[in-house]
């Protein structure tokens, strides 16, 4: 099986940010097979912070990914994507839950750029398998779990949420993303 290069539900996989702690309380992904566009709808985007620095980098990183005026320093999807017919971003803030979404779409071309996310066409079943990491907490209604792989057929569907289980240590540290997208949103 393939090695994760892309996690779902890490933000900065998706920008070449490789130290990034911005992560998904819950993330939706849908692969259509058919059509060939992947969506990950990544949901109360939060990061851990512990001091001044980590806020500011925080800042930073919202700023250069959605704001146009960042210019040279922008963060653009990273260039991985770059073999792909098209790719998404968007930013989505909603007020009324103080929540940030994130939304992103790409189009492959090929099977083979299915392996970006760690996800392996079978041959011998004419299925997609991705690997099941417990603490991931992947949950599906069209895949099946045989051994430690989840196996799809048709369409590939599932949410992770690797925040669920996070160890209570961590939770004072834990901050939503609403208020510092609201401090540097164009």
């Known amino acids: 099986m393939e090695v994760i290069k892309i996690i779902f539900f ?3 996989t998706f920008f070449g940010v490789d130290d990034s702690t911005i992560v998904a309380e819950e ?5 259509d097979i058919a059509e060939q566009i992947i969506t990950v709808d990544q949901q109360n985007v939060f990061a851990l912070v512990s001091n001044e620095k980590d806020s500011l980098k925080i800042r930073n990183t919202l700023y250069r990914i959605g704001n146009a005026q960042a210019q040279e320093k922008r963060l653009t999807l990273k260039e991985k994507f770059d073999t792909y017919a098209w790719s998404t971003s968007e930013i989505v803030s909603r007020k ?3 929540q940030l979404d ?6 492959y071309v090929s099977k083979e ?6 996800i392996d066409y079978v041959e011998k079943d004419s299925s997609y398998a991705i690997i ?7 949950k599906t209604t069209n895949g ?3 051994d430690n792989y989840w196996y799809f057929k048709d369409s590939i569907s599932f949410t992770l949420s690797p ?17 510092y997208w609201e401090q540097v949103k164009p």
Not at 168 to 174: V, W
């Open 113 to 118: 750029q299915l392996k970006d996310f760690g």
């Open 96 to 98: 009324e839950a103080k």
């Open 132 to 138: 099941n990491i417990p603490a991931w907490n992947i």
């Open 27 to 31: 993330t939706a992904v849908h692969i």
């Open 163 to 179: 925040a669920k289980d996070m160890p209570k240590k961590y939770l004072p540290l834990k901050k939503g993303l609403y208020n």
């Open 10 to 12: 890490a933000l900065g």
């Open 102 to 107: 994130i939304k992103l779409k790409f189009k």
């Open 144 to 146: 099946a779990l045989r």
